[in-house]
């Protein structure tokens, strides 16, 4: 069984960001010669979340919208006692989850023709760590 | 280490619709001779889910009555733009989310009591594929 | 290729109840001398999650606030025609999800700073299993 491992740090511009990192999962997975097996994709920070859905603009704005209002800024989280200020990003990684898992066969990231991976970012301006490890054969 | 991949078409009859996937699930495990790993069961559509939970058909009722309150159907979602009218089904499957990873044991399913796997349509009446590979030895 | 399995069994005093199971899922990793792969750390009942966020017991708190909003006890579930009471229960299990996948690189969980793995209890104050599986070389 083979392993290949990979961290990417990512620095965004705002605060809340959506980055398709497809194209950087599957460098990674011709990296490691890997065929069969399959690849986990993790956010490495507890503000922030990677997703499998569509690379359309719109429905990127629709889904901030909608985490928006499912899990808000408030300035009254009991978090905020600690001095931060980011109760909702947490909520909102909570919501989409810091991490998938890909299957990969015949060498090749094993979608559908729509699925593409996102980071998203909820708490950025700084940097973040995302890891990518490849495991099969 | 051995894999065993396999594709299933889904044609819902109905729009929203939650069907139990456990026989078939299992139905894959044996036939690929694997005891101890891992089975990914994953959409690969963006507009449908795969969860572990009850099978009971008043909570399967009170499930899809909670998606569209929290994303509900509405014509103003800037993914419709495109033309699309799945704003909502979209938002559905990224709160169910799209995969599940089942525990096999001893060439089993090594589930409680009560979990059954589930795939969740949400925007059906055309054929869908879900991915379930089997990883192990 | 390894495996190495094992169960805990968590019977929590309150209904609802978060717990740090980080030091248990290491412990677990330890005992297999498993050097790189993964760990899957999933319930096996349909009314818990398991999470990966901040050991910080205001957001805690927080999140607990936000399940019940999210995901509210109500009296009038579908599912109670069954003679339970535990709807908001499996919802809160679907919010927040049953499973996590944690890395595992030079023999150690392959985390970020602050993240720390969470058994979320929806419907406890009787015992309830979890599984722990690590699988690699």
Known sequence: MKFHTKYLTINTTKHREYLNITSEVEATLYESGIREGMILVSAMHITAAVYVNDSESGLIQDIDDWLEELAPFRPDYRHHRTGETNGDSH?????????????????????GP????????????????????????
Chains 1, 2, 3 share one sequence.
Do not use: C
């Not at 299957?103 to 979608?111: E, M, S």
């Open 91 to 111: 909520l909102k990684s909570l919501l989409m989850h810091h991490e998938v898992i890909v299957p990969v066969t015949n060498g090749r990231l094993d979608f």
């Open 114 to 137: 729509w699925q593409q991976i996102y980071y998203a970012e909820f708490d950025g301006q700084r940097p973040k760590r995302l890891i990518i490890k490849v495991m099969g054969e």
